[in-house]
């Protein structure tokens, strides 16, 4: 009862009831426009955040992550193209139903199935999070040493791309972490004598330069692309008919979509990918998927959105991101000098189940939003690359000066502006580089210490039951990726 | 190569193993990671009874050896792929790379704020906008209220530069 009087603290705030709305409509627009998103979004904005107190800066966070999971449907709905990555398995269907002159509707279950998901992952999360939390006491450097390896080994089977390469990004992630003074003995790592690179590369200029400069520079590439867009005259709630079809593919794309969540790494793209492969094993009418199928948006939307409550489990309760969009999270998290963990549970948990309940009434407000401001939020993508991105550009520009007030964090984010876009050309994901980022301090410290405390050897890890049942976790998500292709 | 480009997928022998870019690119990263490898050999050491576990070369080697090791089977996986040409990249994105460059000139050397503003004016104008208005609304009016509200709202002091050294007097 006290926790769910914690939980609608952001409803009795007007300051917090208004950075939740303003949150989610930033995100419902982030989502919409194709490049964007809530990963980017969220680290252009988390600059802006540091004038607000950490409880306001994280309720903004997530409920930009939900609304940006949720915006990218109506992209991919009205123009076929996703608004983020966690929407495109919605285009399979969206668009096809949409062409038949049924956007409304097809939005219309979008919304919510989406909402449906969000909310019942943050059930999911209010439940489990604690459990986690509890669980993680017992862990000792050796077990989060292993956990981090997993989280990492996680990384081979996120996406659709090479699981080799997305290791070796991760890899490139945690090498980016090992740069500047070692933490442990001061010594001067990959600094090749510029003074800036002593206190270490930060977290903003490389997300930025990932996410925002590489896009711009895809964008670059694409701009003889045309979008045929869908007219839509209003979203249309499902009818009856549409919920008897689909609400066993709602429920278990949610269940999906949460516990893919959960798992380190893992986030709403494959989320989406595994609620929309299984809507179609489970239909009466797989047949229909790929054609307009109105389950087919249901267990892609369910389960994006989902995900979203299930990413923030790893994170608050292990510091562990969850997704991209969660490592973002994590830094905002870091920056206002929160330490996720066990601990933050027993001493702050009017914090956490007030970033609970912005999440619950951020999904109910982007399905307000989403219901009757769809079709304003489709003009969106209106607004011409040519015009949208070079003030992406300024906005990148000041938002990474603004955290040190350092010129040479901008000449990190064009370094890896370009780097992301030469590595997304060539097939690399750019997420596990985040990933490895976020997760290379904990993967180092936590090794180190573990071999202080096992006098050098290196076989007392597979002593600690936690830890060994991590490390045959991190087996088998290695081995995973490799037995699906055969 | 005339055929080779106008086939969907290249015929195997058509070029040689150095210009497929499954080579290229493992090329790329292995010489970098060599490079790093290298470095880290200079590290300086601690001595033992300050050396918590490893040395701090040795974390960072760990590394740099998986990567290359994970780069050769990326490499040896791809020979059994068919090969796939690349799109050729547009001038569009040669023009907006350059003006990177021109971007990290000017900040250096006259101004930050007319950095923003010369590099928004070229990638606009090179993706196809000619109408003075927007490209005034992207270059100048749009970069002039991001630079006031960081400057007042987050107190940000931005670096000195003739219109910075104006704005600021």
């Not at chain 1, 000098?337 to 066990?342: C, I, Y």
Request: with cysteine.
């Amino acid at each position: 009862m006290e926790n769910l009087y914690l939980m609608m603290a952001p409803l009795l705030s007007t300051k917090l009831m208004l950075i939740l709305v303003f949150g989610t409509l930033f995100g419902l627009i982030l989502g919409v426009l194709p490049g964007l998103g809530p990963t980017t979004g969220g680290a252009l904005i988390l600059p802006f955040t540091m004038t607000l107190e950490p409880l306001s800066a994280i309720i903004l966070l997530t409920s930009i992550y939900c609304a940006g999971t949720y915006g990218g449907a109506i992209t991919a709905i009205l123009i076929n193209t996703p608004g983020t990555p966690a929407a495109a398995a919605t285009c399979l269907d969206g668009y096809p139903l949409a062409q038949k002159g049924e956007a409304g509707r097809a939005l219309g279950m979008a919304t919510v199935s989406s909402a449906f998901g969000g909310i019942f992952s943050v059930i999911v999360l209010v439940f489990f999070a604690p459990l986690l939390a509890q669980l993680a006491y017992e862990f000792g450097q050796p077990e989060y040493f292993a956990l981090a390896i997993f989280g990492l080994t996680m990384l081979a089977s996120i996406g659709d791309g090479s699981p080799i390469k997305n290791l070796i990004a991760g890899a490139f992630g945690i090498l980016i972490s090992t740069i500047g003074k070692d933490f442990m003995t001061s010594i001067d790592r990959f600094t090749f004598g510029v003074n800036e690179l002593t206190e270490g590369i930060g977290f903003i200029p490389v997300v930025v330069g990932l996410f925002a400069i590489s896009e711009l520079l895809t964008q670059s590439t694409l701009l003889d692309q045309v979008f045929k867009r869908v007219a839509l005259k209003a979203v249309k709630l499902p009818s009856f008919n549409d919920y008897k079809l689909t609400w066993k593919t709602i429920l278990r794309s949610s269940g999906i979509g949460s516990f893919i969540g959960v798992l380190p790494a893992e986030g709403g793209t494959v989320a989406s990918l595994i609620g929309y492969s299984e809507a179609k094993r489970w239909s009466k009418d797989p047949g229909e998927f790929g054609k307009g199928s109105i389950e087919g948006i249901a267990g892609a939307e369910a389960a994006n959105n989902a995900a979203t409550g299930g990413a923030m489990v790893p994170t608050l309760a292990l510091g562990i991101p969850g997704s991209a969009t969660t490592a973002v999270i994590l830094t905002g998290l870091i920056i206002h000098g929160v330490r996720p963990g066990p601990d933050l549970f027993r001493e702050q948990p009017e914090f956490l189940y007030g970033i609970f309940g912005a999440m619950l009434i951020s999904n109910i407000l982007f399905f307000i939003f989403g219901f009757f401001g769809a079709k304003l939020f489709a003009r969106i993508t209106l607004v011409p690359n040519k015009i949208l991105w070079p003030m992406i550009f300024a906005l990148s520009v000041c938002g990474t000066y603004s955290l040190n007030q350092s010129i040479i964090d901008i000449w990190i984010m064009l370094f890896f502006g370009v780097v992301g876009f030469f590595m997304r050309r060539y097939g690399f994901s750019v997420v596990p580089v985040i990933i490895g980022l976020i997760l290379g301090e904990l993967v180092e410290g936590t090794l180190r210490q573990s071999l202080v405390i096992f006098d050098g050897n290196w076989f007392m890890f597979f002593k600690r039951p936690i830890a060994l049942t991590f490390f045959i976790l991190a087996f088998i998500a290695l081995s995973f990726p490799l037995l699906k292709r055969k | 190569m005339k055929d080779v480009q106008n086939n969907q997928r290249a015929d195997e022998g058509s070029l040689p193993f150095f210009f497929k870019s499954s080579f290229k690119v493992s090329f790329v990263i292995i010489i970098f990671s060599l490079t790093l490898l290298f470095t880290t050999f200079f590290f300086d050491t601690v001595p033992p009874i300050l050396n918590r576990g490893i040395q701090p070369a040795t974390f960072p080697k760990g590394l740099l050896i998986i990567i290359i090791s994970l780069t050769l089977i990326v490499y040896f996986l791809s020979l059994k792929k068919p090969w796939k040409i690349e799109k050729i990249l547009p001038s569009t994105f040669f023009k907006t790379l350059y003006s990177f460059i021109l971007f990290i000139i000017i900040a250096e050397t006259l101004d930050f704020f007319l950095a923003i503003s010369t590099l928004s004016l070229l990638i606009s104008y090179s993706w196809g906008e000619k109408r003075i208005l927007y490209l005034l609304l992207v270059s100048i009016i749009f970069p002039a209220i991001v630079f006031i509200f960081f400057e007042t709202i987050l107190g940000l002091r931005f670096p000195p530069g003739i219109i910075t050294n104006i704005y600021y007097n």
